[in-house]
């Protein structure tokens, strides 16, 4: 959508994202790494807040329903950087997951009341104005949760009462229905997202020990064989880059779901990182020949071959027969890097990993996945 296209509700929130993502990386938040925006508010939504907003003006007064709208953008903005760009802690998240929970329980009893009773609804709100408080008490100031409980505090029993009896508030009794219905929809979609990614950030803090790990024993491993003293072959501080770590962790998540079994996908992703830390070592301590860094050359080569067939374009279909053919090249010079100077376990470690990614069956569910 093209900024002349956007909506003045769209555009607003667009500016408090970039506002808070300044204020991030200021503080160092992130590494000062690219932190992005998105557009949160679709046109059929802005259009419903802007009836929400007429209601509020028709049942208080201009003034207040500027403010209640305008603040409830920015803190919708506000936690939307934090959930797209992944800046949650564990507490933070659990926190949002609690909210996300509540105010589906809010939309759900404003979709289903039949009666002029509203004390449910307004239980339901007190709940849902409970976890914001606590959500956005982690991490911004007191003037933000004040904010929060300002919009929530509008909202009150009699207010809930007028807006779904009144025929004055028909509009922006639709609209809300409206909104409450997307509330409901999208509830399944990002609970299922955060669950997916909470698993996926387990899975990189345990491949990133367990490398750290690997590497130091590789190298503890070779000075010792070289009779070398403690310390004095220095691993690179960073064995894996986070683009690596990425693919590692999407890799061992193919494994787990193609075997269905997680204790293959670390075994598999711990051969893969055993190797490549002796690999280093090897290659620190200057052991390999011209021959062997020729060979060295040649994987490189195929390997970024193999990883572009791998990720591939998207919706093309995957050339199995070109990826097995890789598997093949890489297997045979890994293997005459490793011939010299690693016994016969190492190799055995390389040619099982290859064996279990040239299976049949894997080559079936990866071309499916």
Same mark, same amino acid.
């Given at each position: 959508m093209g900024h002349k296209a956007l909506t003045a509700l769209q555009t607003a929130t667009l500016t408090v994202q970039s506002k808070v993502i300044q204020k991030l990386l200021q503080k160092g938040v992130n590494n000062n790494a690219a932190l992005s925006r998105c557009n949160i508010i679709s046109k059929d939504s802005a259009d419903n807040i802007n009836h929400i907003h007429n209601f509020i003006a028709l049942q208080s007064s201009q003034e207040n329903a500027k403010k209640i709208i305008d603040d409830g953008i920015k803190?919708?903005?506000?936690?939307?950087v934090l959930y797209f760009n992944d800046l949650f802690t564990e507490s933070e998240e659990e926190?949002?997951?609690a909210m996300v929970d509540a105010e589906r329980d809010l939309a759900e009893c404003f979709l289903t009341i039949t009666t002029d009773d509203v004390t449910p609804l307004v239980q339901k709100m007190a709940q849902f104005q409970e976890k914001v408080a606590a959500l956005l008490g982690e991490r911004f100031s007191q003037k933000t949760v004040s904010r929060a409980q300002g919009v929530c505090d509008y909202f009150s029993e009699d207010v809930f009462r007028f807006l779904l009896t009144e025929a004055s508030a028909e509009e922006a009794r639709e609209a809300a229905k409206g909104i409450m219905g997307d509330i409901t929809r999208n509830h399944s979609i990002v609970v299922e997202f955060l669950a997916e990614r909470s698993s996926k950030n387990r899975?990189?803090?345990k491949l990133k020990k367990m490398s750290s790990k690997v590497q130091a024993a590789a190298f503890a491993s070779l000075e010792k064989e070289l009779e070398e003293k403690p310390?004095?072959?220095?691993?690179?501080s960073e064995m894996i880059t986070e683009e690596g770590m990425v693919i590692l962790s999407g890799i061992q998540r193919f494994i787990e779901l193609e075997s269905k079994d997680e204790r293959k996908g670390e075994e =598999?992703?711990?051969s893969i990182v055993t190797i490549m830390a002796k690999v280093e070592a090897a290659y620190k301590a200057e052991?390999?020949?011209d021959a062997d860094q020729e060979e060295l050359v040649f =994987?490189?080569?195929?390997a970024r071959s193999l990883l572009e067939i791998y990720t591939g374009?998207?919706?093309e279909p995957t050339d199995i027969s070109k990826l097995e053919e890789h598997y093949e090249h890489a297997e045979e010079h890994l293997c005459n890097i490793l011939r010299s100077h690693f016994d016969g376990d190492t190799l055995a470690r390389v040619k099982s990993l290859f064996y279990y990614f040239k299976k049949p069956d894997v080559n079936m569910f990866f071309s499916r996945s």
């Open positions: 803190i919708i903005s506000k936690l939307s926190i949002f997951v899975r990189m803090k310390g004095s072959l220095r691993p690179s =598999l992703i711990c052991r390999f020949t =994987l490189i080569s195929v374009q998207p919706g």
